[in-house]
C-alpha cells in the first residue's frame, strides 16, 4: 500500500526497522510476496478480471492487493497450499476492515485456484503487445526497447527483470572474503570485476563486516562505472548519496581530496553514515546550482533518473513511470550536466552516468551539452575497459559488448547486472 500511495520503495521498505523483529525466513517470504505482486503485477491483473464479476478498477485498493497476493502464491510460489494463500488474503481483507470483501475475495480466489490456465504464458511472444503481457511491462516501455536494442534483447531486458538479481558486493578489504566464508555466505566471483563477488548463499545483512561497512552490497555495474574515475587527486560527486561510487573512488585513491554532495540533508547525512573516511567531505548542495567554485581533477554527476535499468531491483518504477516523465528528467539532467561541467579542472574529467535504458536521459544529454562547444571531448569508454582489463581488474571479456559508440551501456539479460549508461567528458 505504501509502495502504491507514498511512491515508497519496496526494497527501502524492506529493509527498515518494522521488518527487524521477522525471522529470516519470514523476511524472505515477505520479500518474495511484495516484489512478486510489484514483478508480476498486470498478469495478476489480468487473471483477477479474468475471475472477477466486477471490473478491477472499481475495487478498494486493499481488497485489490489481498487479491494480487493469495494469486501471486496461487501461480507462482509452489510450496504455498492453495488453501492457505486464499485464507490469507481473506484474513487480510478483514484486517484492513473490509468485511464485506471477503466473500468476494474467498470466491474469486477459489475460481482462479480451480483452473490455473491462466498461469501460462506465451513462450514466443514477439510482437510489443505479446511481450509487454507475457512479461508483465507496460507496453511504451516494451515498445520503446524494441526501437532501441532490437526485439531479442527487449525480450532479454524483460526476463532479466522478471527474476530476482542476483547481490553483487564489494570487498573493501580483501581479507574479508575469508571471514565471510566462515559466517557461512558462499561467494562466487564477480561477472564483470575482479574485485567484486556475488552472493550465492547465506544472509549477508547478517554479517559483522557488513554492518561494519567493510563489505557493500554494490551491483556490478555500479562498480564498473565508479571505476572509469580512476586515480585522481580531487573530486566532486555532485549527486551522491547513498555513495556507493563516493566509497569506490574514495578507497581506490587514499590520499585525494572527495566533495560529496547530495540535494537532500537526510540523504547526505545518510552518506556521510555509510561513507566513513576521513577524506570524504559532505555536503547538502543543489547540483543545479552548485556553492562551489573549486576546479576538480574528477567530477561525477550520477543524476536522478529514471532507473529503467533497475527494474529486477525497483519493479515499481515501471508502474509509476510515464513517457511524459522523460522530457522533464532530461531538462533536470542537462542543467546538472552542464553545472558539473563547470567545475572541472582543464585536463580533468566529468563522468556522467545514469541507471536509465532510455536514449534522452544518455546520449541526448550528452549530445545536448557538449555538441558544438568548444573546450571539451568525449572520451571512448573502450580506451577505459581495455585499461582496466590490462590492471586484471575487468573480468568481463567481451569489451565492445560493453560499449555503444564512445560509451559504457550495460544491458539487464545481455550482461548479468543493471543496466547503465556512463559517458567520460574531458576538459581539453
Ligand atoms: C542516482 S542517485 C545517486 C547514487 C549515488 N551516486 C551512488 O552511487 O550511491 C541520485 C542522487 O541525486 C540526488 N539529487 C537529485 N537531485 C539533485 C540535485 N539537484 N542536486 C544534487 N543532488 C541531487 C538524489 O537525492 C539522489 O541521492
Known amino acids: ?84 494463500a486464499i485464507n490469507e488474503s481473506v484474513e487480510l481483507v478483514k484486517a484492513a476492515r473490509k468485511r464485506s470483501a471477503t466473500g468476494f475475495v474467498n470466491a474469486v480466489l477459489r475460481k482462479l485456484a480451480a483452473d490455473r490456465g491462466w498461469r501460462n504464458r506465451p513462450h514466443e511472444a514477439t510482437t510489443p503487445a505479446a511481450l509487454a503481457e507475457a512479461f508483465a511491462h507496460p507496453m511504451w516501455l516494451v515498445e520503446r526497447w524494441i526501437k532501441e536494442f532490437g526485439t531479442d534483447n527487449a525480450r532479454k531486458i524483460c526476463e ?58 554494490q551491483d556490478e555495474a555500479s562498480q564498473l562505472v565508479a571505476a572509469l574515475l580512476g586515480r585522481a587527486s580531487r573530486l566532486l560527486d555532485c549527486c551522491a548519496a547513498p555513495g556507493s561510487k563516493t566509497s569506490v573512488f574514495a578507497d581506490n585513491n587514499p590520499a585525494a581530496t572527495v566533495l560529496a554532495a547530495d540535494l537532500h540533508p537526510h540523504r547526505a547525512r545518510l552518506l556521510q553514515r555509510l561513507v566513513r573516511a576521513d577524506h570524504v567531505h559532505v555536503i547538502a548542495a543543489d547540483a543545479r546550482n552548485l556553492p562551489i567554485t573549486a576546479y576538480f581533477d574528477r567530477v561525477l554527476a550520477d543524476v536522478p533518473c529514471s532507473g529503467t535499468g533497475t527494474l ?43 541507471c536509465s535504458l532510455e536514449r534522452e536521459e544518455d546520449e541526448a544529454v550528452i549530445n545536448e551539452v557538449t555538441n558544438g562547444v568548444p573546450g571539451y571531448g568525449v572520451v571512448d569508454c573502450a580506451a577505459e575497459l581495455h585499461n582496466l582489463r590490462d590492471s586484471g ?32 567528458i574531458e576538459k581539453t
Open 160 to 217: 532479466y527483470d522478471q527474476q530476482t538479481p542476483v547481490t553483487a558486493i564489494r570487498l573493501r578489504e580483501p581479507e574479508v572474503e575469508k571471514e565471510l566464508l566462515a559466517a557461512d555466505i558462499e561467494l562466487a566471483p564477480g561477472a564483470l570485476l575482479t574485485d567484486a563477488r556475488r552472493v550465492v548463499s547465506g544472509d549477508l545483512t547478517k554479517a559483522k563486516a557488513f554492518h561494519e561497512g567493510r563489505v557493500v552490497i
Open 1 to 84: 500500500m505504501r509502495v502504491e500511495h507514498e511512491d515508497a520503495f519496496a526494497s527501502e521498505l524492506l529493509h527498515s526497522k518494522r521488518f527487524e523483529r521477522l525471522s529470516t525466513a519470514d523476511h524472505g517470504l515477505a520479500t518474495e510476496l511484495v516484489f512478486g505482486v510489484l514483478r508480476w503485477r498486470s498478469r495478476l491483473d489480468a487473471a483477477i478480471a479474468s475471475a472477477s464479476s466486477q471490473p478491477i478498477a472499481k475495487l478498494d485498493a486493499e481488497v485489490l492487493n489481498s487479491l494480487r497476493i493469495g494469486v501471486y502464491q496461487l501461480g507462482w510460489l509452489e510450496r504455498v497450499p492453495a488453501r492457505a
Open 312 to 354: 529486477a531491483r525497483n519493479p515499481e518504477i515501471k508502474w509509476r513511470l510515464c513517457p511524459d516523465d522523460l522530457p522533464d528528467l532530461h531538462a533536470r539532467q542537462v542543467t546538472i550536466f552542464s553545472s558539473a561541467l563547470a567545475r572541472v579542472a582543464p585536463g580533468g574529467r566529468l563522468l556522467y552516468s545514469t
Open 393 to 424: 581488474r575487468l573480468a568481463w571479456p567481451d569489451i565492445p559488448s560493453l560499449t555503444s559508440g564512445p560509451f559504457l551501456r550495460t544491458i539487464p539479460g545481455l550482461h548479468p547486472c543493471d543496466g547503465f549508461f556512463a559517458a567520460l
